[in-house]
């Protein structure tokens, strides 16, 4: 394997914040050698302060990282400001999930999604690069500066039309797909949440598949489904792309046709890490329902599954729950997917959710019908 990359990262002074955008720098291929963290990191001139902006400059002469990691989305201006100060390469939050996300696109759908997210990053940012570009080439700006502004955005544009197009091919593929196994009459269910909250390790158990999962960030890039069997009805099954918080919608967008399933869906079953510190599992539900609430999932076909309750308990994982507000619902389950832990009840809910309503309706007239009797 290739030696990583050296990088100082940039964050805010939380402990979560922190470990995720070193996890989101690993899973780049970055390690990170030194963090400097403040409260206020989207400040105008360089993003961090004044002094905090020379403290870089003397750690980046001292430790020569190949990159400076920006743990938020800042720009262009603050960002060639910073380079030329520091004379190092800036990589922001969304740079670096791009960044991800080409390393691990497999499937041509999500190398054209992730080639689109890329052109879209870069053609907001095209005109003001290249003037920047043109006052004097910084670190991330090289070979710009020979650009007309409109010329190269306009080559941006067409790029992404181009592939935009192809990405309409792709979908149509997969709604035709979908249309295929609608005909085959079997309800779908999805699976979504935050990213490593564990959908692709309870996709293995539910399906006895041996799909990669990983401790690190987006492990899955394209959707798989497979059939199930729910004690004699099968359904079908489908693992996604994982969440993150602060994702742009234009990124949502690129992974749109992936995340489509959700909107097709009869159940939704939002995959939650339930053994983290409760604020930093609020933080990834808040997430993790924004990106729901686009595709307009209604809430009563979600299904809260409390994953990794293997490193808690079941009293903790529905106490949490509480705390996110999620208690008084009945599609709560605390499992875990790495030792199988409610599976069974998991799949019993699943079952008179989507095939059981009628006989339940069916026992609460008759239950209501004997009370009135009585
Ligand atoms: N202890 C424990 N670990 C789990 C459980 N489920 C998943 N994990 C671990 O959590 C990590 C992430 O799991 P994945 O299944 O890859 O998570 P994911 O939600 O598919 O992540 P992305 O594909 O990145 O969105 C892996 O290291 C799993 O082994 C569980 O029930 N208990
Ligand atoms: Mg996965």
């Known amino acids: 394997m290739a030696a990583s990359r050296k990088a100082i990262l940039i964050t805010y002074p ?27 990191i989207t400040r105008s001139r360089f993003g961090i302060g004044r002094g905090k902006a020379e403290e870089v400059k003397e750690l980046v002469e001292e ?62 940012r095209a005109r003001e690069k290249v003037r920047l570009a043109r006052a004097g080439e910084q670190p991330g700006f090289y070979g710009l500066g020979k650009y007309e502004a409109d010329v190269y ?19 149509t593929r997969r ?28 996709f293995n158990t539910l399906t006895g598949e041996t799909k990669a999962t990983d401790k690190h960030v987006f492990t899955t890039l394209s959707t798989f489904t497979r059939a199930i069997d729910l004690h004699g009805d099968k359904v079908l099954l489908n693992d996604t792309v994982g969440f993150i918080s602060k994702l742009p919608a234009y990124m949502i967008d690129a992974f749109k046709s ?22 930093e599992t609020a933080s990834k539900y808040d997430s993790s329902l924004d990106v729901i609430n686009e595709f307009k999932v209604p809430g009563t076909r979600i299904v809260y599954v409390l994953n990794k309750v293997d490193l808690t ?7 949490k729950a509480g705390q996110l507000g999620i208690l008084d619902s009945r ?12 599976i069974n009840q998991l799949k019993k809910l699943l079952r008179s959710m989507l095939f059981e309503t009628e006989k339940v309706k069916d026992a609460e007239v008759k239950e209501r019908m004997e009370k009135e009797q009585t």
């Not at 035709?176 to 959908?199: F, I, W």
């Open 313 to 319: 308990n079941p009293e903790d994982a529905f106490d």
């Open 63 to 124: 430790l020569r990282p190949d990159v400076i990691i920006f743990d938020e989305v800042i720009k262009p201006t603050q960002m060639y400001n910073l380079a030329s100060l520091c004379k190092v390469q800036i990589v922001d939050r969304e740079r670096l999930i791009l960044e991800i996300f080409e390393r691990r696109a497999s499937t041509t759908e999500s190398q054209i999604q992730i080639k689109l997210a890329q052109l879209r990053y870069d053609m907001a």
């Open 153 to 171: 955005y306009l080559d941006i544009k067409r790029r992404a039309a181009v592939l935009k197009k192809k990405l309409e091919r792709e979908e």
């Open 14 to 40: 939380v402990e979560q914040v922190i470990k995720e955008a070193v996890s989101l720098a690993d899973a780049a291929g970055y390690e990170i050698i030194d963090t400097l963290t403040q409260r206020q």
């Open 175 to 202: 709604q035709l797909h979908r249309d295929q196994r609608a005909r085959a009459g079997l309800p779908t269910v999805s699976l979504a949440g935050y990213t490593s909250a564990g959908k692709t390790t309870l």
């Open 258 to 279: 992936t995340l489509d399933e959700l909107t097709y869906a009869s159940i939704v079953l939002l995959v939650i890490d339930i053994s983290e510190p409760v604020e």
């Open 331 to 342: 599609r709560v389950l605390p499992v875990s997917a790495r030792t199988g832990y409610n």
